[in-house]
């Protein structure tokens, strides 16, 4: 069962537009909810994290948007840039449970000049 | 401050062969993480290292299998290799008490053939 369901799969934004990745997850134990960005041939790099006791988070130009009595959580990011470019992954982790982070299958953003 | 570095790169194995894959924390990280990450989907947790001891573990078979050393740096170990375990294998360090905070490596692209 995958704990994490991440869409859309795939997405192309414009220079200047506003990117949105969604997220849900089923496990109501979960505490911490981050965004990793990955580019080709790296490893994940920790973009913004949540925890369920704000709605919102803001980090320049990206924002994670949580709903908990929903199951979901989004990024936002503003002012899309050919930068951003790059394979997002949300996550979700359980503060007794350490480390072990469920992720979902990834959103490959495109950005176009 | 060093990051977390994995090693070999890339590595070619055949099927039925063993493969043992590095990895160094992050300074003064005391927890490791390793992850497979097949091509095109999120990492899967396979197993975490806390003190010298494995701290959870994800739905892998025991041909994985692990260790970590009192310097905080851990191998990651496969038997029996499969086509399945063709993947890139990332390691991650942390914190205990950072709450969740983890740091991914670059990984090690493993090609089985």
């Known amino acids: 069962q995958q704990q994490v369901k991440q869409s859309p799969q795939s997405l192309i934004v414009q220079k200047g537009g506003i990117s949105i990745i969604n997220c849900a997850y089923e496990?109501?134990?979960?505490?911490?909810f981050p965004w990793y960005q990955q580019f080709p041939g790296k490893g994940p790099a920790l973009l913004i994290a949540i925890r369920p006791d704000v709605s919102e988070k803001k980090e320049g130009r990206f924002t994670i948007s949580f709903n908990k009595s929903a199951k979901q959580f989004s990024l936002h990011i503003m002012d899309s840039q050919p930068g951003d470019s790059a394979t997002y992954f949300c996550a979700a982790s359980k503060e007794n449970n350490f480390n072990k982070f469920y992720f979902g299958s990834g959103t490959k953003l495109n950005v176009k000049p | 401050e060093t990051g977390v570095t994995q090693s070999p790169t890339h590595l070619i194995k055949t099927r039925g062969q063993q493969v043992t894959l590095r990895c160094s924390s992050q300074s003064g990280h005391n927890t490791v993480s390793w992850y497979q990450q097949a091509l095109g989907q999120g990492p899967q947790f396979i197993f975490q290292?806390?003190?010298?001891?494995?701290?959870g573990r994800g739905n892998f078979p025991p041909r994985f299998s692990g260790l970590q050393f009192p310097n905080y740096s851990s191998e990651l170990n496969v038997n029996a290799l499969e086509l399945d375990d063709s993947a890139l294998y990332l390691c991650?360090?942390?914190?205990?008490?950072?709450?969740?905070?983890?740091?991914f490596g670059p990984g090690t692209r493993l090609t089985v053939l």
């Open positions: 991650a360090s942390s914190l205990v008490s950072s709450y969740n905070e983890q740091f």
């Open positions: 496990n109501t134990a979960f505490d911490y």
């Open positions: 290292y806390y003190r010298e001891e494995e701290n």
